[in-house]
């Protein structure tokens, strides 16, 4: 049975933050390149252009490092093929990074708080890209602007909007269709990180 509707390929990237375990889904275009080896399996970017599995990653970490502490990490990256909604999701290679990590000193993180950004895709459709605990430095509760004006923006905000528009993007919408124009970023506390906390005796 398949795992889920994210056809034709994704991106699982596993992450450390304050202790406890969290996963980005990334939805991404069929791999131009099949191999185990992250080092050669690759990835279609924005500019129809290729790049490994490996440094994909680096170059969106690189993109978001700054929303996290110095003790939050990626620990691991999946890539994985699903051809059609009917078939098994297939990992195609793993990618273990171990020299990644949060750049943000300071306070921790925004113990229930989720960063989204919200786009237009280039025929239609939106996309939707979500920052998981980001370190309060990078979080207002409450805060809902505009993303195409940078008028109250973050420069690490405006960083992402810098990586979607560029040729190396390789995160696409769920119709397949890579980033065409912003739309909002909100931050707002998610109740589902709230009962994990309280399931797991983080909080009572």
Same mark, same amino acid.
């Given at each position: 049975?398949?795992? =889920? =509707?994210?056809? !034709?390929?994704?991106? +699982? *990237?596993? %992450?450390?933050?304050?202790?406890?375990?969290?996963?980005?889904?990334?939805? $991404?275009?069929?791999?131009? &390149?099949?191999? !185990?080896?992250?080092? $050669?399996?690759?990835?279609?970017?924005?500019?129809?252009?290729?790049?490994?599995? +490996?440094?994909?990653? @680096?170059?969106?970490?690189?993109? *978001?490092?700054?929303?996290?502490?110095?003790?939050?990490?990626?620990? %691991?990256?999946?890539?994985?093929?699903?051809?059609?909604? #009917?078939? @098994?999701?297939?990992?195609?290679?793993?990618?273990?990074? &171990?020299?990644?990590?949060?750049?943000?000193?300071?306070? =921790?993180?925004? +113990?229930?708080?989720?960063?989204?950004?919200?786009?237009?895709?280039?025929?239609?459709?939106?996309?939707?890209?979500? *920052?998981?605990? !980001?370190?309060? #430095?990078?979080?207002?509760?409450?805060?809902?602007?505009?993303?195409?004006?940078?008028?109250?923006? /973050?420069?690490?905000?405006?960083?992402?909007?810098?990586?979607?528009?560029?040729?190396? =993007?390789?995160?696409? #919408?769920?119709?397949?269709?890579?980033?065409?124009?912003?739309?909002?970023?909100? @931050? +707002?506390?998610? @109740?589902? %990180?709230?009962?994990?906390?309280?399931? /797991?005796?983080?909080?009572?």
């Amino acid at each position: 049975m398949a795992v =889920n =509707n994210l056809s !034709p390929a994704f991106v +699982k *990237i596993y %992450l450390t933050i304050a202790g406890a375990s969290h996963t980005m889904t990334l939805p $991404v275009l069929a791999p131009a &390149v099949f191999d !185990p080896d992250p080092t $050669v399996a690759a990835l279609t970017n924005s500019a129809a252009g290729t790049d490994t599995f +490996k440094n994909s990653i @680096d170059a969106l970490w690189a993109t *978001i490092d700054s929303f996290y502490h110095v003790a939050d990490a990626p620990t %691991l990256a999946e890539l994985w093929s699903q051809p059609t909604p #009917a078939d @098994d999701a297939l990992l195609v290679c793993d990618y273990a990074p &171990v020299t990644l990590a949060g750049t943000r000193t300071g306070a =921790n993180l925004a +113990k229930f708080g989720i960063k989204t950004f919200t786009y237009r895709a280039e025929l239609s459709g939106r996309g939707i890209f979500k *920052i998981i605990k !980001p370190s309060p #430095a990078t979080f207002t509760e409450g805060k809902y602007q505009r993303w195409g004006d940078d008028t109250g923006l /973050l420069a690490d905000e405006i960083g992402v909007r810098t990586f979607f528009a560029s040729g190396i =993007n390789w995160i696409t #919408a769920r119709n397949n269709q890579f980033y065409r124009t912003p739309l909002n970023v909100s @931050d +707002k506390t998610n @109740d589902t %990180l709230r009962k994990r906390a309280m399931r /797991l005796g983080e909080i009572s």
